[in-house]
Protein backbone atom coordinates (compact mmCIF):
# COMPACT_ATOMS: atom_id res chain seq x y z
CA UNK A 1 0.00 0.00 0.00
CA UNK A 2 1.18 3.67 -0.56
CA UNK A 3 1.85 5.61 2.10
CA UNK A 4 0.03 8.65 0.51
CA UNK A 5 -2.78 6.90 -0.92
CA UNK A 6 -3.57 6.07 3.09
CA UNK A 7 -2.43 9.65 3.90
CA UNK A 8 -5.19 10.90 2.07
CA UNK A 9 -7.96 8.24 3.41
CA UNK A 10 -7.06 9.66 6.48
CA UNK A 11 -7.25 13.17 5.93
CA UNK A 12 -10.83 13.47 3.83
CA UNK A 13 -11.93 10.62 6.70
CA UNK A 14 -11.11 12.90 9.34
CA UNK A 15 -12.40 16.30 7.67
CA UNK A 16 -15.33 14.78 5.77
CA UNK A 17 -14.90 16.88 3.19
CA UNK A 18 -11.46 18.01 0.07
CA UNK A 19 -12.02 21.75 1.60
CA UNK A 20 -11.15 20.60 5.17
CA UNK A 21 -8.53 17.99 3.98
CA UNK A 22 -6.68 20.65 1.86
CA UNK A 23 -6.46 22.66 4.72
CA UNK A 24 -5.55 20.11 7.08
CA UNK A 25 -2.85 18.82 4.64
CA UNK A 26 -1.42 22.24 3.60
CA UNK A 27 -2.34 21.61 -0.14
CA UNK A 28 -5.12 23.17 -2.61
CA UNK A 29 -8.86 21.73 -3.18
CA UNK A 30 -7.46 20.53 -6.26
CA UNK A 31 -4.76 18.64 -5.26
CA UNK A 32 -6.73 16.43 -2.68
CA UNK A 33 -9.26 15.74 -5.19
CA UNK A 34 -6.39 14.49 -7.52
CA UNK A 35 -4.84 12.80 -5.37
CA UNK A 36 -8.07 10.71 -4.21
CA UNK A 37 -8.85 10.08 -8.00
CA UNK A 38 -5.37 8.50 -8.21
CA UNK A 39 -5.41 6.54 -5.15
CA UNK A 40 -9.02 5.13 -6.45
CA UNK A 41 -7.52 4.33 -9.58
CA UNK A 42 -4.44 2.85 -8.55
CA UNK A 43 -6.56 0.72 -5.74
CA UNK A 44 -9.01 -0.37 -8.55
CA UNK A 45 -11.49 0.96 -5.78
CA UNK A 46 -14.37 3.63 -5.05
CA UNK A 47 -12.92 5.00 -1.33
CA UNK A 48 -15.67 7.18 -0.95
CA UNK A 49 -19.08 8.33 -1.51
CA UNK A 50 -20.10 11.61 -2.07
CA UNK A 51 -22.84 13.89 -1.32
CA UNK A 52 -23.95 16.78 -0.49
CA UNK A 53 -23.87 15.77 3.43
CA UNK A 54 -19.68 15.31 2.64
CA UNK A 55 -17.45 12.73 2.16
CA UNK A 56 -18.18 8.95 3.65
CA UNK A 57 -16.39 5.65 3.29
CA UNK A 58 -17.48 3.11 1.08
CA UNK A 59 -17.11 -0.48 2.73
CA UNK A 60 -13.57 -0.60 0.61
CA UNK A 61 -12.30 2.65 2.79
CA UNK A 62 -13.42 1.20 5.97
CA UNK A 63 -11.44 -1.66 5.33
CA UNK A 64 -8.35 0.50 4.32
CA UNK A 65 -8.85 2.70 7.44
CA UNK A 66 -7.36 0.90 10.45
CA UNK A 67 -4.46 -0.33 7.60
CA UNK A 68 -4.09 3.39 7.09
CA UNK A 69 -3.98 4.53 10.95
CA UNK A 70 -1.30 1.52 11.42
CA UNK A 71 0.65 3.34 8.74
CA UNK A 72 0.55 6.62 9.90
CA UNK A 73 1.72 5.68 13.67
CA UNK A 74 3.83 3.75 12.20
CA UNK A 75 5.27 6.93 10.15
CA UNK A 76 5.10 9.29 13.27
CA UNK A 77 6.84 6.79 15.24
CA UNK A 78 9.76 6.92 13.36
CA UNK A 79 9.43 10.67 12.58
CA UNK A 80 9.62 11.03 16.53
CA UNK A 81 12.87 8.90 16.89
CA UNK A 82 14.29 10.97 14.61
CA UNK A 83 13.77 14.15 15.89
CA UNK A 84 15.11 12.88 19.02
CA UNK A 85 17.98 11.94 17.73
CA UNK A 86 19.65 15.17 17.53
CA UNK A 87 22.05 16.28 20.09
CA UNK A 88 22.79 20.34 19.49
CA UNK A 89 19.93 22.43 20.40
CA UNK A 90 19.24 24.02 17.00
CA UNK A 91 16.09 23.73 14.92
CA UNK A 92 12.44 24.39 15.02
CA UNK A 93 10.30 23.13 18.27
CA UNK A 94 6.65 23.77 17.59
CA UNK A 95 5.03 24.67 20.96
CA UNK A 96 1.19 24.31 22.05
CA UNK A 97 -0.41 26.38 24.49
CA UNK A 98 -3.84 28.23 25.40
CA UNK A 99 -4.02 31.43 24.40
CA UNK A 100 -3.91 33.04 27.67
CA UNK A 101 -0.71 31.88 28.02
CA UNK A 102 0.51 33.69 25.02
CA UNK A 103 -0.82 36.75 26.36
CA UNK A 104 0.29 36.83 29.33
CA UNK A 105 3.74 35.38 30.52
CA UNK A 106 5.05 33.27 27.25
CA UNK A 107 7.08 36.26 25.31
CA UNK A 108 8.70 37.14 28.72
CA UNK A 109 10.49 33.16 28.44
CA UNK A 110 10.58 33.34 25.00
CA UNK A 111 12.83 36.46 25.25
CA UNK A 112 14.83 35.16 27.70
CA UNK A 113 14.99 31.45 26.05
CA UNK A 114 16.08 33.42 22.38
CA UNK A 115 19.02 34.90 24.56
CA UNK A 116 20.35 31.49 25.65
CA UNK A 117 19.38 29.59 22.57
CA UNK A 118 19.46 31.60 19.39
CA UNK A 119 19.37 28.95 17.34
CA UNK A 120 15.96 27.20 18.47
CA UNK A 121 13.11 29.05 16.53
CA UNK A 122 9.90 28.64 18.23
CA UNK A 123 6.81 27.78 16.51
CA UNK A 124 3.66 29.16 18.91
CA UNK A 125 0.58 26.96 18.72
CA UNK A 126 -1.93 28.97 20.32
CA UNK A 127 -5.09 26.64 21.04
CA UNK A 128 -7.28 25.64 23.83
CA UNK A 129 -7.78 22.53 22.72
CA UNK A 130 -5.72 19.31 23.80
CA UNK A 131 -2.54 18.73 21.48
CA UNK A 132 -2.33 15.18 20.14
CA UNK A 133 1.64 14.76 20.68
CA UNK A 134 1.51 11.34 19.33
CA UNK A 135 0.55 12.58 16.01
CA UNK A 136 3.32 15.58 16.41
CA UNK A 137 0.42 18.32 16.15
CA UNK A 138 3.24 19.92 18.24
CA UNK A 139 6.45 18.69 19.95
CA UNK A 140 5.72 20.18 23.57
CA UNK A 141 2.67 21.29 25.17
CA UNK A 142 2.24 23.97 27.97
CA UNK A 143 -1.25 22.64 29.53
CA UNK A 144 -3.07 23.81 32.42
CA UNK A 145 -5.10 20.42 34.00
CA UNK A 146 -5.38 19.28 37.44
CA UNK A 147 -3.95 15.70 36.40
CA UNK A 148 -2.22 14.70 33.00
CA UNK A 149 -3.74 11.08 32.02
CA UNK A 150 -1.81 11.34 28.36
CA UNK A 151 1.05 8.75 27.74
CA UNK A 152 3.30 11.45 28.32
CA UNK A 153 6.28 12.57 29.42
CA UNK A 154 5.53 16.15 31.69
CA UNK A 155 7.05 18.51 34.69
CA UNK A 156 4.55 19.53 36.72
CA UNK A 157 5.66 23.99 36.73
CA UNK A 158 3.38 25.55 39.52
CA UNK A 159 0.32 25.04 40.83
CA UNK A 160 -1.39 28.40 40.26
CA UNK A 161 -4.22 30.12 42.60
CA UNK A 162 -7.57 31.77 41.20
CA UNK A 163 -8.91 35.34 42.80
CA UNK A 164 -11.92 37.77 42.92
CA UNK A 165 -11.01 40.56 40.47
CA UNK A 166 -13.25 43.81 39.82
CA UNK A 167 -12.83 47.66 38.54
CA UNK A 168 -12.42 49.58 41.37
CA UNK A 169 -15.55 51.93 41.30
CA UNK A 170 -17.43 48.75 41.25
CA UNK A 171 -16.21 47.75 44.48
CA UNK A 172 -17.11 51.24 45.35
CA UNK A 173 -20.45 50.32 44.56
CA UNK A 174 -20.62 47.01 45.92
CA UNK A 175 -19.41 47.57 49.38
CA UNK A 176 -18.56 44.46 52.05
CA UNK A 177 -18.65 41.96 49.19
CA UNK A 178 -16.69 39.67 51.02
CA UNK A 179 -18.62 40.31 54.61
CA UNK A 180 -22.12 39.61 52.23
CA UNK A 181 -20.58 36.41 50.44
CA UNK A 182 -21.36 38.45 47.44
CA UNK A 183 -24.72 39.56 48.26
CA UNK A 184 -26.32 41.69 45.65
CA UNK A 185 -23.02 41.40 43.11
CA UNK A 186 -22.56 39.48 39.74
CA UNK A 187 -19.76 36.88 38.66
CA UNK A 188 -18.88 36.78 35.21
CA UNK A 189 -19.71 33.20 34.22
CA UNK A 190 -17.15 30.93 32.39
CA UNK A 191 -19.48 27.83 31.70
CA UNK A 192 -23.69 27.14 31.65
CA UNK A 193 -23.23 24.73 35.14
CA UNK A 194 -23.04 27.63 37.50
CA UNK A 195 -22.25 25.35 40.77
CA UNK A 196 -18.77 26.38 40.68
CA UNK A 197 -20.24 29.59 41.98
CA UNK A 198 -20.77 27.69 45.40
CA UNK A 199 -17.08 26.61 45.67
CA UNK A 200 -15.67 30.64 45.49
CA UNK A 201 -15.62 33.21 48.74
CA UNK A 202 -18.57 34.57 47.09
CA UNK A 203 -21.25 31.94 46.28
CA UNK A 204 -24.73 34.78 47.22
CA UNK A 205 -23.19 36.40 43.76
CA UNK A 206 -25.25 35.64 40.85
CA UNK A 207 -24.32 34.59 37.50
CA UNK A 208 -24.01 37.00 34.61
CA UNK A 209 -24.04 35.52 30.75
CA UNK A 210 -21.23 32.53 30.30
CA UNK A 211 -17.73 33.91 28.26
CA UNK A 212 -15.66 30.57 28.46
CA UNK A 213 -12.47 32.20 27.49
CA UNK A 214 -10.62 33.70 30.15
CA UNK A 215 -9.26 37.43 28.42
CA UNK A 216 -13.81 37.49 28.12
CA UNK A 217 -13.82 37.28 31.37
CA UNK A 218 -11.40 39.57 32.57
CA UNK A 219 -12.62 42.30 30.08
CA UNK A 220 -15.95 41.74 30.74
CA UNK A 221 -14.98 42.34 34.53
CA UNK A 222 -13.13 45.45 33.19
CA UNK A 223 -15.81 46.94 31.60
CA UNK A 224 -18.09 47.29 34.87
CA UNK A 225 -20.16 43.81 34.48
CA UNK A 226 -19.28 42.17 37.88
CA UNK A 227 -16.09 40.28 39.16
CA UNK A 228 -13.69 37.66 37.53
CA UNK A 229 -13.10 34.76 38.95
CA UNK A 230 -9.50 34.16 37.27
CA UNK A 231 -6.14 32.76 37.73
CA UNK A 232 -4.43 35.54 40.10
CA UNK A 233 -1.33 35.86 38.02
CA UNK A 234 -3.53 36.96 34.84
CA UNK A 235 -6.12 39.27 36.45
CA UNK A 236 -2.86 40.75 38.29
CA UNK A 237 -1.70 41.83 34.96
CA UNK A 238 -4.80 43.61 33.75
CA UNK A 239 -4.29 47.58 34.38
CA UNK A 240 -8.09 48.04 34.92
CA UNK A 241 -8.71 45.08 37.36
CA UNK A 242 -7.76 45.14 41.37
CA UNK A 243 -8.26 42.13 43.66
CA UNK A 244 -11.51 42.40 45.37
CA UNK A 245 -10.63 43.40 49.20
CA UNK A 246 -10.56 40.65 51.89
CA UNK A 247 -11.59 37.74 49.71
CA UNK A 248 -8.96 34.34 49.76
CA UNK A 249 -7.73 33.14 46.91
CA UNK A 250 -8.66 29.40 46.03
CA UNK A 251 -7.38 26.77 44.09
CA UNK A 252 -6.84 26.74 40.72
CA UNK A 253 -5.18 24.23 38.22
CA UNK A 254 -1.52 23.11 37.59
CA UNK A 255 0.79 24.58 34.52
CA UNK A 256 2.31 21.38 33.22
CA UNK A 257 5.09 21.21 30.27
CA UNK A 258 4.63 18.05 28.18
CA UNK A 259 6.33 15.73 25.58
CA UNK A 260 5.87 12.72 24.06
CA UNK A 261 9.16 9.85 25.62
CA UNK A 262 10.84 9.56 21.88
CA UNK A 263 11.44 13.48 22.11
CA UNK A 264 12.90 13.31 25.55
CA UNK A 265 16.53 13.02 24.29
CA UNK A 266 16.32 15.57 21.45
CA UNK A 267 18.68 18.48 22.16
CA UNK A 268 16.14 21.52 21.30
CA UNK A 269 13.39 20.18 23.59
CA UNK A 270 15.63 19.18 26.30
CA UNK A 271 17.13 22.44 26.27
CA UNK A 272 13.63 24.42 26.32
CA UNK A 273 11.83 21.95 28.84
CA UNK A 274 14.67 22.81 31.42
CA UNK A 275 14.80 26.34 30.47
CA UNK A 276 10.98 26.89 31.05
CA UNK A 277 10.60 24.60 34.64
CA UNK A 278 14.01 26.80 35.55
CA UNK A 279 11.85 30.26 34.75
CA UNK A 280 8.53 29.17 36.22
CA UNK A 281 10.34 28.06 39.93
CA UNK A 282 12.15 31.62 40.32
CA UNK A 283 8.93 32.84 39.72
CA UNK A 284 6.76 30.42 41.72
CA UNK A 285 5.30 33.59 43.91
CA UNK A 286 3.85 35.58 40.80
CA UNK A 287 1.41 31.90 40.11
CA UNK A 288 0.76 31.10 44.18
CA UNK A 289 0.11 34.36 46.14
Request: overall charge negative; charged content about 20%.
Amino acid sequence: MNWDHMRILLALHRAGSFRGAASALKVNHATVARALEGAEHSLGTRLFDRSSRGLTLTQPGELLLPHAQEMEQRMLEVQRRLTGLDNIPSGTLRVSLPPSFGHSFFVSILVEFTERFPDIRIDAVPTNKISDLSRQEADVSIRAARQIDDDLVGRRLVDYVNAAFATPDYIRDHPDLAASHGQGAHWIGWEADDKWIAQTPMPMAAPRHKLPEVFMQTEAAAAGLGMAWVPAFLGDMHSGLVRVPDVPVGPGRSIWVLMHGDLRHSARVRAFVDFIAEWFAVRRPMFTE
